[in-house]
């Protein structure tokens, strides 16, 4: 069986207006407005230079190097978008000005195979010398990533051949053998790019790199100190007086090899790229330990340490997790960039395991967070995605300096925008999953794929409207029959799944999550799913004191919250009686085409004459009001103003005596 | 009438077994701990190095400057609390220390009269070069307030004609004369010391320098902008790349000219201690403008920025105020010392208004957030006193770096220890206040004090256990009788008191708070005071989130809380029925003498099987659990562990359908 963790895009077409909507906006508004970011030609917007350092590295500008030590990888990461646009439909100005950068990119290439524009302009001398904070295998994975799109977009090796002489290089500098470095990435990345590159090259000694880096890591004596004590104790960030990304080992997951690790720590973002990388290196050297790591500290993330959103990363310092049960909704990280790095360790899972909970959380990574962290109009960003928001605080209480109640144009570090634009934009590599056993199908997106599986060819059509609407509909296209299984997943908010083929029931009994339809199938053969979408109401673990006496409400795959455009202010007064009934309602504005829920709700509001303290606390006065809910990644697109995922729970049960 | 700010405490002997102990507590441990400790002689403590260093500069011992830039403030609030101690009891040797140290500081003064070390002896050429950042006249105020304590504990002038040297030469350097500085400082303290000064000494031109101080804050061109220019734009902090208090002059509340501003705002410290001054300097000069800006600001500050336990500054960023309505309960600040400020600015509306509300927040701040600031035996302190406490998540996120779970002993930045000592060892001063209209009975602290007011000369005997008991009697002790106007507070927890004199009952109608009773007094008259004290279930007002549906419990002047030793861990999940009765019962170990609160309680636990999230909440487990509440000030004696203020309130009508 060929491996599809890196499926060719140009076999399915999304047709779901849901979906197509979304990628039309990165086509016709996002990947054009970081086109011209990239180039410093918009005027309100924190100016990037990327494009600027790449010409200047080529020798076709003159100029300083400007922007972070990363700034390379937005490039990377614009052209791996554009590469997936490309596979959807032709687009010969884009594939022009893709050529172009790709031009660039190959004539600053050094000839020895290095490539990174931060080195060659302003530390020539000091490559490779930093690997603990400096990104330099973090953006050579980026840009294998953007190679081997291309490649596989247009078929054009321009840039895959620099990626390889790159690799190449990188495969001799690194390694156990004399002379080479023991080194490894402080942001992974290279790891699971290393992986696509070796998939897309058939070149062994990639996976081979990957594995050095994956093995290598956190193993004594410990790299980062030797490297550290080799280039006189500097530290990229001496100007702060910090050396701390040296010294806090477990913030770059480098504190013990990953096989012994046992919970999800440190950088969000790095944890997930990494594991991502350790999944895809499990799955194709077989190796149960790290097979074991990668379902180990999966779930320490997801039963300990995930927001409901599919968010990740606890805190702002650092952008990190922090520790069992510990979820503050206002202060939250959950960085956009971590919830798609966890969508990607999810799928590499999936082609490890075959298991829907995995696709569970990658849905609501999706549906949740990855979309928040845009507007509905496509030009603006979150990096960070609270569950909670009261901007009238904001400002005084510098816990909430890294959250934004607004979502903003541009940032300095513009490591979001362009990763949520490559990841909407191939979003039909996450629909399917091809496994010796099965043809899994993870997400109701509509969509035509082509597929070839047991010697046959086949159309899988998706239709339906998910998320909003019920009933999906998956039907056979193809020329004679053909015997396959299709896996269909059994959402884990779904209670009564029913399943038809052509009309006729089908008892969904779901095996990890997916019901296995083994059989010949006809041209024309229709699979009706219908997954009824109640209101849910979500309660929480009792260790997670943050949604203590509280619920959420989530329907389909999206959790929902409060804002006050359509609540007031003062949302913590609000609460959701335990027999409200919920009325779904059609959004109007920048809502049209959105589900809401309306509910009867309170109002608990004690008086507010006298101080802040009042003896024997007089019964609130409790009125009615009704609540509305909007999904939750539809928030602040109504201008500024409060929010709340948890809403008080009234008059529930679990507040009166027993 | 003569000023009683500085109450002579020779003429207050302490007698209520309650505060008894904690004076035994600061004479037998406190001081003499910190004695060792200012001369570095703890081993397992971060080292002071604050004698030293006046050693140093008085040429009797070579060496260099350490520690903090105000380090020297630790020596004067050191003499301070020896000062006060030497009022309650002689005490040749500790008389004898504080006279040596008195010697060093003496020739540790320069012949122009200025005193500090560490420009002495680390940046001679930097004098009164950057006072927004470098405390030198912050140092000067404690030193004051030194001298005028210990020239009125002893009689001994030595140190109070330091101080006077050390003020004529600051008055010399600043002022609207030619040549000399428009400066003020960035950390207030001086501002009421020179009050004190001028009160001790009748000297009006400290009384001026005082007023210029405050007058000259927050005008433009802005003085630390000025100064930063002349210097060369150089920080204090350089060294980690900040000129933040520079450029945030609201941090020192120099943002605008005090009688301008409306909020509370920046450094908690600073803010009390400088209102502190201001409202001292509002009386003394009867300056209407001053004294609306002392009750604006007071009141922005109680009525939306105040915690329950008498604490401000809701955040450790720059230990400050955050924003109406925004107190956290676990990331809060809430500084020792900034209660123990407030308690200061607090007997300085005392005197200018004669309101009990000012006694009460005073009485509040007193009984919860600077008793909290140390262990029951004197020996840890904490500098930050969170409402709420979950060590295990608190290594995790950084957003709790600030909060302790358990008291330290000693700091590097040791400005709490010492200020619990002083304010501890100086209660005296807080219980009476002195006005031509009354004299004015603000703390129930048994105790015998020698009044002079009116022309009569007398002892007003204090009885009773306060806080524990109800019962609070004044005895007159006097040779004849006499006439004045006795002025009783009536405590704003207390919602029926009862009053009799001599057995008699007299209607308790106070005025401002406080019954004035004016009268001809004889030897041997009694006012009978009670003061019911059943539990009080405490509410917040709507705005307040973070006590949105809890509620927290107060019993006479004590805030309670639940500790983890007494009620298991997973502090959230208990909640206190609204129809929960009360029983008050004896602590033992360490708790030995203490009341506590015993009351029915419920555990919502639902299942911990499961993931993080559960679907249609399932109606939690609810388990009937006794709860034990103890006094905050007690909190954290027994080892670490959760600690909970605010309460859930289960089953309340306010959580149910109207």
């Known amino acids: 069986m060929s491996d599809t963790q890196d499926l060719d895009l140009h076999r399915i077409r999304i047709t779901s207006p849901f979906w197509a909507q979304y990628q039309a906006l990165v086509r016709d508004v996002v990947v054009p407005y970081q086109w011209q970011a990239?180039?410093?030609?918009?005027?309100?917007?924190?100016?990037?230079?990327?494009?600027?350092?790449?010409?200047?590295?080529?020798?076709?500008?003159?100029?300083?190097?400007?922007?972070?030590?990363?700034?390379?990888?937005?490039?990377?990461?614009?052209?791996?978008?554009?590469?997936?646009?490309?596979?959807?439909?032709?687009?010969?100005?884009?594939?022009r000005a893709a050529d172009?950068?790709?031009?660039?990119?190959?004539?600053?290439?050094?000839?020895?195979?290095?490539?990174?524009?931060?080195?060659?302009?302003?530390?020539?001398?000091?490559?490779?010398?930093?690997?603990?904070?400096?990104?330099?295998?973090?953006?050579?994975?980026?840009?294998?990533?953007?190679?081997?799109?291309?490649?596989?977009?247009?078929?054009?090796?321009?840039?895959?051949?620099?990626?390889?002489?790159f690799a190449d290089h990188i495969d001799g500098v690194f390694g156990p053998g004399p002379g080479q470095l023991r080194g490894y990435p402080g942001h992974p990345e290279v790891e699971l790019a290393l992986l696509r590159l070796h998939e897309a090259t058939g070149e062994s000694r990639y996976l081979e790199l990957a594995r050095f880096f994956v093995e290598q890591r956190g193993t004594q004596p410990h790299y980062y100190d030797v490297e550290f004590e080799k280039r006189g104790r500097t530290s990229y960030w001496d100007s702060h007086g910090r050396d701390w990304m040296v010294r806090d080992k477990a913030y770059s997951q480098a504190h013990a090899p990953i096989v012994e690790q046992r919970t999800a720590t440190g950088h969000a973002v790095r944890f997930v790229y990494l594991m991502a990388g350790v999944a895809h290196l499990a799955r194709l050297s077989g190796d149960e330990t790290k097979r074991q790591a990668c379902l180990r500290l999966w779930d320490d993330m997801v039963e300990r340490q995930m927001y409901i959103t599919g968010g990740i990363g606890a805190q702002g310092w650092g952008e990190s997790f922090t520790s069992a049960y510990d979820l503050p909704n206002d202060s939250a990280y959950a960085e956009s960039c971590a919830s798609i790095g966890l969508m990607m360790y999810a799928s590499r899972m999936l082609q490890l395991e075959g298991d829907a909970r995995f696709a569970d959380v990658m849905e609501r990574a999706l549906y949740n967070t990855v979309l928040a962290g845009m507007s509905l109009d496509g030009t603006r960003f979150f990096y960070v995605n609270p569950l909670q928001t009261v901007p009238s605080i904001m400002g005084g209480n510098h816990v909430y300096d890294h959250v934004k109640p607004v979502r903003q144009r541009w940032f300095t570090c513009a490591c979001c925008p362009p990763n949520i634009a490559r990841l909407l934009a191939s979003l039909g590599a996450y629909v399917y999953t091809q496994r010796d056993d099965a043809l899994y199908v993870n997400l109701y997106v509509g969509s035509d794929a082509e597929i070839r599986r047991d010697g046959a060819r086949f159309t899988l059509r998706q239709h339906g409207d998910y998320p909003w609407q019920e009933r999906v509909e998956l039907e056979i296209l193809a020329d004679a029959p053909f015997a396959t299984t299709l896996a269909v997943r059994i959402p884990d908010w779904c209670a009564r799944p029913r399943l038809a083929i052509n009309g006729e029931s089908v008892e969904a009994v779901p095996r990890k999550g997916y019901v296995h339809l083994q059989r010949e199938w006809r041209p024309g053969?229709?699979?009706?799913?219908?997954?009824?979408?109640?209101?849910?109401?979500?309660?929480?673990?009792?260790?997670?004191?943050?949604?203590?006496?509280?619920?959420?409400?989530q329907r389909g795959p999206l959790v929902y919250c409060l804002e006050q455009a359509d609540n007031g202010t003062d949302l913590h007064q609000l609460a959701l009686p335990a027999n409200a009934g919920f009325e779904l309602q059609e959004g109007n504005g920048v809502l049209a085409g959105k589900t809401l829920i309306r509910s009867e709700g309170l109002r608990v509001a004690p008086d507010t004459a006298g101080g802040l303290y009042r003896y024997d606390a007089p019964e609130a006065a409790v009125q009615r009001q009704p609540l509305l809910f909007v999904p939750y990644f539809c928030w602040a697109n109504r201008g500024e103003g409060e929010m709340r995922v948890w809403v008080d729970a009234a008059g529930s049960g679990a507040r009166h005596v027993a």
């Open 100 to 165: 172009e950068v790709i031009e660039v990119l190959a004539a600053a290439q050094q000839p020895d195979g290095y490539l990174n524009t931060y080195f060659a302009l302003k530390a020539p001398q000091e490559r490779w010398s930093n690997l603990a904070e400096c990104h330099e295998l973090y953006c050579a994975g980026h840009l294998f990533e953007a190679g081997v799109a291309y490649f596989q977009a247009t078929g054009k090796r321009r840039l895959l051949d620099v990626c390889c002489r």
């Open 38 to 95: 990239l180039n410093d030609r918009i005027p309100d917007a924190e100016p990037s230079h990327a494009i600027a350092n790449f010409r200047i590295a080529a020798g076709l500008e003159q100029g300083d190097f400007f922007g972070m030590i990363f700034q390379d990888s937005d490039v990377a990461k614009w052209l791996e978008a554009v590469a997936y646009l490309l596979c959807q439909q032709a687009d010969t100005e884009l594939e």
């Open 525 to 553: 053969d229709r699979i009706a799913l219908d997954l009824p979408m109640p209101v849910l109401r979500i309660g929480a673990h009792p260790s997670l004191r943050h949604a203590a006496g509280k619920v959420a409400l």
